[in-house]
């Protein structure tokens, strides 16, 4: 994946509309609340918004780890990703420390798999 970028409009600071009001040649004396400094800009054709680009980082140049090698391989069901983990959580034990038979359909998919020599000969 590579770094996707998205843009999204933020409403300027209290610091960044005094800044760009005197810029634009009007002196302000005093401290003004946020919605004065609003109405001067409002006034003055300053944009009261500003577009802030959001990096949303990918798996670019980076190191993969053995959940993301499985679920490449298909050796993981994408609609489960959540059920899978080295580690039994508790919602997945019965009252007497058991696995329930809902999640045994998961168990040979996870650590039996993951343990066995024909898969790790297959990643490496």
């Known amino acids: 994946m590579t ?7 933020l409403k300027k ?10 810029e634009a040649g009007f ?3 005093g ?7 609003e109405r001067i800009a409002n006034k003055k054709g300053i944009r009261l918004t500003y577009e802030f680009l959001i990096k949303k980082e990918g798996w670019m140049d ?3 780890g053995l959940f993301q090698i499985l679920l490449e391989r298909g050796y993981i069901d994408e609609n489960n990703v ?17 696995l329930k038979k809902e ?4 168990l040979p998919r ?13 990643i490496v």
């Open 27 to 29: 002196q302000i004396r």
């Open 31 to 37: 401290h003004l609340s946020k919605d004065e400094l």
């Open 82 to 98: 959540n059920l899978y983990s080295l580690r039994v959580k508790k919602h997945q034990l019965d009252d007497n420390g058991k």
């Open 103 to 106: 999640f045994e359909a998961y």
């Open 62 to 64: 980076k190191p993969k």
């Open 13 to 22: 600071t209290k610091k960044m509309l005094v800044k760009e009001i005197k």
């Open 3 to 9: 770094r996707l970028q998205e843009k999204t409009n």
């Open 110 to 122: 996870t650590l039996n798999q993951i343990s066995s020599h024909n898969i790790i000969e297959s």
